[in-house]
Every structure is written in C-alpha cells, then in structure tokens.
C-alpha cells in the first residue's frame, strides 16, 4: 500500500457547523491542489494532514500511520513539513533565528548540520540577504515566506502548505513555484489555494471542496473537462448563465447551460471550477 | 563611480603589485590609492583573476565567504545555548518572563514578611512553593508562548514534550529562587527539594487536565486550595512553627498520599487521552 | 551560486545596511573589498593560510562591529584598519593583556601621519623615501601607510616601540630635509 494519505469517512465538526462531511480521499507523490470557497474544509483538512487536530469521526491515514496514536504520530512528525494558514511568529526574532528555532523542534540537533539546513531553507524561499533582519521589518511577503522556510526544514516526505500564496506578489509566487517543484521531488505536496492558475501551474492532482464535501478529485484536466460544453463567450453577462465573468479581451465567459447556437468555448479550470461550486448538484 | 582622481594606477601597475614585483615606493602609492579610489579596487579584482584561472579564482573567493558566512550565520546569543531544555525555553520571552516574575515574587513577599512578621516568613515561603511550577505549566501551554506560534504545533516537540521541558526549565529556576529565599525564612536548605512536592504534583495534574480542558480552571483551585490548606496549618501549629513541623507536614503519610493520588490520577487521565495529546480546550 | 551583479549601493550606505543586519550587504562589501584587502595582507605576510584566515575575520569584525563605523571615513581605510589588525593578532596572537588595553587607549593616527599619507600619494616626495635606508622605510611603511601606532608597528617589525619612535623621527628629519 503505496497511499501517502488516506481519509476514509471523516467528519469534523466546530459547535454546530460541520467543517468536514464523511469526506473519503487519498493521493501520493504529487502536487495535491485543495481548491475550495472560504469555508469549505480547506484549512480543517489541512490541519487534519498536519495532525495538529484530529476527527470527530472517521480515520485518518499518513504513511499508513496513526495520527491519533502517540509514537506513530511522532514518527509521521518526523517527516512532515506544515505551513498553517496564520503562523503567529515572533517579529522580535530574525529569520534566521526563527528558523532555527523550528529545526531544534524539528530535532535537527546538530549545530553544523542545522546551520547549513537553516541557510539552506531562507536561500530557497529567497532570503539570502535578509535571513539576518527582525521578522518585523521584513514585509508581509516576507514574513510568510519565513514561515515556508521553516515548514520546508528536513526536506518533508509530507508537505502541506494552507494557502501558502496568500499575499505574495506575483515574482514571489514564482519562488513558491520553485519551491514546491524542489519539494515534490522528495515527498509530496499538498497545497490549498484561491487562484486556479497555480494548480495549472504546479499541480498533477486537484480537489474540490464545498461545504465540507468532494465535489471532485483527479487531475487538472480532468477537472476542465467536466465544464466542456458549459462555457460560452458573448458581448455581455448571460441572464441564462450561473456565473459570468470577463475574459480580458471585452468578451465576457457565461458558464452554465449554454442556449442554442451559442459560441462555445475551451474551458479552463477557473471555469470548471466556478460551475462546480456554483451549482448546487451532487459530488462529482 | 565617482571619479575625483586624478590619475589612476594603470594594469600593469597593478599587475605588478599583485605579483609583488613592484617597487617599494611604487607600491606605497598604489596602497594609498586603493584606499580611496573604488575604480582602481574593482580593476585589480579582475587583475588579480588572471594570475589563476578565473574559475579557480571564484572557488577561492566562495570558499572564502563561506567560511565568513558560517559565522555570520549563528543565531543570536541566548537562542546558541546546545542544550534542548534551555533552548526551547530561552527561545520564549514569556515564560521567561512569567518564571522571573514568580521568583522576584517569591524572594521580595518571603523578604518583606520576614521583616514584617518573621513568624509568618516560613509559612508564606511554603505557600508559595507551587507557584512556580504551576504558573510555569499554565504558561507552557498558552498559544503565545511560541515563537514559532501554530508552526510549532506539526513538529516532534510539540504536543506534550514541548510544555514539559518549559516546566522543567522553570521548576529547575524556582529551586534556586526557593534557595534564595531560605535565606530570609528559617527553612534549612534540605528541606527545599521536598518543598517542591506541592508543586510538582500540581504541575503533573494542570499537564493532564490540559488534554481535556483549559488548565487554568484546575490551577487556580489548586493554588486557592493550597493556601488555605497552609494558612490553616500554621495557625494551629503557631506555637510550635519549627523545622521539624513543616518537615511533618510535607512528609507525613496524608501528603504523600496525597501526592500519589494527584500524580497516579494526572499519569491515568495522560495515558487516557493520549490519542488526542493535542490539548483539547484550545481548538 | 546564482547573486545578483552588485548593487548600487555605496559603500557607505552598505555598512549602515550591515548594521541593520543585511547580509545581502555584507557579501557586497565581501565581493568589493576582499581582492585588494587579501593582496595587501599577502604582502605583509607570507603565509596564505594565515592571510586566508585574517581576511576572514575581518568580515566577521565588520558584520559584528559595522556600528562602530564612523560615517564621515572612508570604508575601504576603516577595512583596512581592522585588516592589518587583525593580520598583526594573527602573526602575535599572545599579546599580554595590558598591552592590549594601552594598545586601546592610543590613538588611532596621528595628523602629521595623515599629511605624510597625502604626501605620498600626490607628492614629489618618492624620491626622497627611495632613499631612506630599509629600517627607516619599514617604520614608515608600518605606521604611515598601514596606519599601525608605534607600538603596533614594533610587534610586527620586532622591534622595541621606543626604538620605533626614535626611527620615525629620524626618517621624518631625513625626509624633511632630502625636501628642502
């Protein structure tokens, strides 16, 4: 059994609403995508994969291990790397203070050893020159790539990144490419995003979320292909569309049941995406 | 480049120089003009390149600097501390904080009542005697107290491991303190190891009840019930507050039975809740 | 390693980067100084590892004492300072304490130094020093040009820092008149 993960029947509730719905998914080796609207279960499922919370009801599965269970939890720690949605860092410290902090967490014990790691994780998130600056005067960009830097220490089996683009520009959202790209190439990545070109861009699985539920799970393509037939482009927004949307060029893409003799077009996943959390069927 | 020179040393000046083949006089010069001409430092960079190849040149010069930048690249000097327990705790302001308020706290009440009211030294000294490992236990497990913040939820350390070599860092600190503070009251120094039972035990129950529910709801009936439980004591013993009474009181079967019920329910609720060390309370 | 070409920066504004702890700064100054910095030291001493090792330290001195740069002097002079400095407690490392702190307490230059500096640099005064004999010009070359006080200069040269002083003299008598 190759699974890197497994969810089978998970649920997880906050008081009365329900973050995660009997949710059964799986994936290995690759760049997993988490897309989803605010609210759906993306930072739950996360959390869940970075075994800082655990189900209400169902079984998770990391490497085959027991995240519930205190020594297999540990070893699953081991070889995991989590970015969460909101770090919290100390802005009195320096990067490089930091980071080498996560790494003594991380049992990297050495000194020599955690330096060369340490100088290696703030290269590859690109903070060669300001490893050495306060956390507060480096800008918000900055910061959060502080905390990839830390979440990337000991070159994870298990990468899970909580909307790790948020608030980056776009030349740093390039790095973050890099640096996923580097990561895959030793364990697998799980990210959740807001923006559909990413997982275009770096992903070989996706996962729709809404309410806590799959809406689906494949590959990128696959993910577009469900919206053939549904997206058509006219002068203005369609009364008839669930979503519209403009494409850059004046024209504006309808998506949804498209009326006859409409100029039906190529979907993309931003597409395939909008008419699956917009409509309300059943999982894919 | 600014250029405010006059004249500049020509390549094969420098060329000379590098080589060290120039003249005395000459090389004078060109050092005195290397220290204020910019153009002439760059152009004996490349000058100096092609004595050896220019590859050879570069792994020399990045051999160099990464000899520079491994001493340039080492954390600041509390967090350099090799030892994990130290680390972990010099790494977060407020348990520092929290475990030097509780030992200025503890010398400063211990040195005024002794002064005030030596008879009452000795007992305020006992009452106090859990407030260090339980404020440090109650501090390990805010969601503050990292400086890594939620980061450090996912790695190894954290869940229970974490928390306890805090506790341990300030339990360790009070000891000294609770030393210290002997000095004032009449309570001989042996005795201040077992004067830390209270307080362990404390400690081991506020670190399961954090499985389940916020801890400072179980540390503040501790401490109130602790204080009580002194105040009481001493006012019956008032004629007889030695050495040897205190000694009686910690020791003696009730207390220590006491203890072992504290820490064998605390070791019970651990094993118990181990599925989820996560502390529950907090999500 | 992939860097970017040098930045525009001065090396002025450089050092005040370092003190706001920009290592981006640091190798800046490490790309613009070091080759010179390393051939002068290597001239003052023969031993490569011992220079390696000096050049060494000098970036460390300056990554960790920037603040103690005085903005109105010139980078490379302050870098050299600290280079020759630091050759001279690599060549000596067993100074005894006091003279040390007397070491501390002179000094830095001297401004008829200084005027011997600019002297040589714009003046006609080769000549002149070409003939001085080697002793002399070694006292000049150690306190002038590598801006050592006397009793620095006496530990590099071997000598007694009296015997320094009494040389300077007669070379600054010898100059003064080849001048006239």
């Known amino acids: 059994m190759d699974r890197e993960f497994e969810f089978s029947g998970v649920s997880k509730r906050f008081g009365t609403s329900r973050a995660l719905d009997n949710l059964t998914w799986e994936g290995s080796g690759q760049v997993v995508g988490v897309l989803g609207p605010n609210g759906a279960g993306k930072s739950t499922l996360l959390q869940l994969l970075g075994t800082v919370l655990v189900p209400d009801e169902g079984g998770v599965r990391i490497f085959g291990l027991d995240p519930t269970n205190f020594t297999q939890r540990l070893t699953i720690r081991r070889q995991l790397g989590y970015l969460p949605q909101t770090a919290g860092l100390y802005l ?100 959740s995003t807001h923006h559909a070109e990413e997982v275009t861009a770096l992903c070989q699985q996706v996962l729709v979320l809404d309410r806590g539920q799959v809406r689906f799970d494949g590959t990128p393509t696959a993910l577009a292909a469900t919206a053939t037939g549904r997206v058509w482009l006219d002068d203005q927004a369609d009364p008839r569309a669930l979503r519209s949307r403009g494409s850059g060029n004046g024209e504006v893409r309808n998506i949804g049941s498209p009326p006859p003799g409409a100029q039906l077009v190529e979907p993309t996943i931003e597409d395939a995406y909008l008419l699956l959390t917009s409509e309300p069927g059943v999982p894919a | 480049m600014t250029n405010k020179h006059l004249w500049h040393v020509t390549a094969d000046e420098l060329q000379a120089y590098v080589a060290d083949v120039a003249q005395t006089l000459s090389a004078a010069s060109i050092e005195a003009h290397l220290l204020a001409c910019a153009d002439c430092r760059a152009t004996l960079a490349t000058v100096g390149r092609s004595a050896e190849s220019t590859t050879e040149a570069m792994l020399r010069t990045e051999a160099l600097w990464a000899r520079v930048a491994d001493r340039v690249d080492e954390p600041r000097r509390p967090l350099r501390s090799s030892n994990r327990t130290l680390h972990v705790s010099l790494a977060s302001p407020p348990l520092l904080a929290a475990t030097a308020g509780v030992a200025a706290t503890l010398l400063v009440a211990v040195g005024v009542v002794s002064v005030v009211s030596p008879h009452w030294s000795f007992p305020v000294q006992l009452a106090l005697a859990p407030l260090a490992p339980v404020v440090a236990s109650l501090v390990a497990f805010q969601p503050g107290v990292d400086p890594a913040g939620q980061l450090a939820e996912a790695t190894p350390l954290a869940g229970a491991r974490l928390p306890l070599l805090r506790a341990l860092f300030a339990t360790v600190l009070s000891l000294v303190s609770g030393i210290a503070a002997s000095a004032f009251s009449a309570m001989p120094l042996n005795m201040v190891a077992l004067w830390l039972l209270p307080g362990v035990t404390f400690a081991a129950i506020i670190f399961a009840s954090a499985t389940v529910l916020n801890p400072t709801r179980v540390a503040a009936p501790l401490m109130i019930g602790w204080t009580v439980l002194v105040t009481d004591w001493s006012r019956r013993h008032r004629a007889v507050l030695t050495a040897e009474t205190v000694r009686n009181l910690l020791t003696n079967e009730a207390a220590l039975g006491w203890a072992l019920i504290g ?11 181990r599925r989820d060390a996560t502390p529950v309370w907090r999500l | 390693m992939v860097r970017t070409l040098s930045d525009g920066r001065s090396d002025a504004e450089l050092v005040a980067a370092v003190v706001e702890r920009d290592r981006g700064a640091l190798r800046e100054l490490f790309d613009r100084h070091e080759p010179w910095l390393s051939v002068r030291l290597a001239h003052r001493c023969g031993d490569r590892s011992v220079v390696e090792e000096a050049v060494q330290d000098t970036f460390v001195v300056v990554w960790r004492n920037a603040s103690s740069f005085s903005n109105d002097g010139a980078v490379a002079a302050w870098i050299w300072g600290i280079g020759i400095r630091t050759l001279l407690h690599a060549v000596r490392p067993r100074r005894p304490l006091i003279e040390r702190l007397r070491a501390q307490r002179m000094p830095e230059a001297e401004s008829a130094e200084d005027e011997l500096l600019v002297a040589v640099e714009h003046g006609d005064i080769g000549a002149a020093l070409r003939h001085l004999s080697p002793e002399l010009r070694s006292v000049i070359q150690a306190t002038v040009l590598d801006g050592l006080t006397c009793a620095e200069a006496g530990r590099l040269l071997g000598i007694p820092s009296g015997t320094v002083k009494t040389r300077m003299m007669r070379a600054k008598r010898e100059l003064r008149e080849a001048l006239i």
């Open chain 1, 92 to 191: 009195g410290f320096s990067a490089f203070d930091l980071v080498d902090y996560v790494a003594v967490l991380k049992e990297i014990n050495d000194r020599d050893l955690r330096r060369t790691e340490v100088r290696r994780v703030l290269i590859a998130v690109g903070l060669e020159a300001d490893m050495h600056r306060r956390i507060r005067k480096l800008s918000g960009g900055m910061q959060r790539r502080v905390a990839l830097a830390a979440s990337i220490l000991g070159r994870p089996r298990l990468l899970v990144l909580d909307e790790p683009s948020a608030g980056l520009d776009p030349e740093q959202r390039l790095r973050l490419e890099s640096v996923v790209h580097l990561a895959r190439t030793h364990g697998t990545v799980v990210m």
């Open chain 2, 263 to 273: 820490v064998t329910f605390a070791a019970t609720v651990v094993v118990y809740r």
